[in-house]
């Protein structure tokens, strides 16, 4: 099948429509029935979309969920309580283009001992025009894609996640889960050029859409090498379980920063044919708790429809030199 464009904000807005008819077979969302109580999940960007809808919906089950935020503290922890009728909901401060505001946030899980079940890396930005974080690296690429490098790195390090190759603290049973809301975009991105990478790109208005499909693309590679990392000749029986999906077109505050002249015409389309986050959490919600996601590895959701990521997100080789590449930025930053 011909792979759609998202090259600009009418094509992304007319994918997600198309998405929404798609036919193809789709997995059952998991049954209210099932259970999360003392488990603990991460999520990034709760308090806002999609992320304050996977927060509700965890808590719901009675995890202890963290909202890892920027802003909304400590209101939109108090609706996710109100919300869920669970009191185990807390709100951690973290912005993550920051890389000093990621080391403290990933200090303060280290030092309470928190082991985490689940962790979603939901947050995500797309900037109407290029600008950068205080590193001086672009902001899109900084906070959707190398802001996990970097909170994983640590997490995995100090065991917050258990896992037996960076943490040595590997569960026999019940594997954590770590989990990417990535975007199809990726799939009609630019290749990614390792002569340039981390170079700060200048785009404006019009190739916003465009970058932003380059960051998925990025995050889409590393979820894929990640997997491979974290699970080396046991892919069919993880220690940890690493999935990404597309949610489909959400109802959310991503278009905050769209042109003023497009946003009356982006507002309605949004909020009558774009699903609600508490909807579009359902195939996050099917990661974090379906048997069968916890029992392998890699595993790419289109909505509630199971599928490969785009080629070049699943090469290997690529996927090793997108890692090393990487870490080379990072140590260059001082940031590893
Ligand atoms: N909406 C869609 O149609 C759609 C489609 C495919 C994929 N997605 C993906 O879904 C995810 C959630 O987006 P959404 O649609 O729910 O949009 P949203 O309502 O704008 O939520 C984005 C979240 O990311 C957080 N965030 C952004 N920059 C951050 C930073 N530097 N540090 C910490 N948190 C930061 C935001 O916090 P603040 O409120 O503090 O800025 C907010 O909580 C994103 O990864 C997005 O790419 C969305």
Not at 5 to 24: I, K, Y
Request: proline letters at 6%; aromatic letters at 6%; one cysteine or more.
């Amino acid at each position: 099948m011909a792979e759609r464009t998202h090259g600009n904000p009418f094509t992304a807005v007319l994918s997600g429509l198309l998405d929404q008819r798609n036919t193809e077979p789709k997995v059952a969302p998991v049954s209210p029935d099932v259970r999360l109580d003392g488990r603990t999940c991460l999520v990034t960007g709760a308090n806002s979309g999609l992320g304050k809808g996977i927060a509700i919906r965890l808590a719901k089950r009675g995890a202890h969920v963290i909202m890892a935020c920027r802003s909304g503290i400590p209101e939109a922890g108090e609706e996710v309580r109100a919300s869920s009728g669970n009191g185990d909901v807390e709100m951690i401060h973290v912005d993550l283009s920051d890389f000093d505001s990621i080391a403290a946030f990933c200090d303060e899980l280290r030092d309470r001992e928190i082991m985490l079940d689940v962790a979603v890396f939901n947050a995500g930005v797309v900037p109407v025009t290029a600008r950068k974080n205080k590193h001086g690296l672009e902001l899109m690429f900084a906070v959707n894609f190398l802001a996990k490098f970097v909170v994983l790195d640590r997490l995995l390090r100090d065991g917050v996640i258990p896992n037996a190759v960076y943490g040595h603290n590997s569960r026999a049973e019940d594997p954590p889960r770590v989990i990417f809301v990535s975007s199809e975009t990726h799939r009609s991105s630019i290749p990614i050029d390792f002569g340039t990478f981390g170079e700060p790109i200048d785009y404006g208005v019009a190739d916003g859409v465009k970058y932003y499909g380059l960051s998925k693309l990025h995050l889409t590679t590393y979820f894929k090498e990640l997997s491979r990392r974290l699970n080396p000749g046991n892919e069919e029986d993880p220690d940890v379980c690493v999935h990404a999906l597309c949610p489909g077109a959400v109802n959310s505050n991503m278009a905050r920063e769209a042109p003023g002249w497009l946003k009356p015409i982006l507002a309605p389309v949004m909020a009558l044919f774009f699903q609600s986050p508490e909807k579009a959490s359902i195939p996050v919600d099917y990661l974090v708790c379906s048997d069968e996601m916890g029992a392998k590895t890699g595993t790419y959701m289109h909505m509630m429809r199971v599928k490969e990521p785009s080629e070049a997100s699943m090469d290997p080789d690529n996927g090793a030199l997108h890692w090393s590449t990487t870490e080379a930025l990072l140590n260059e930053h001082g940031v590893l």
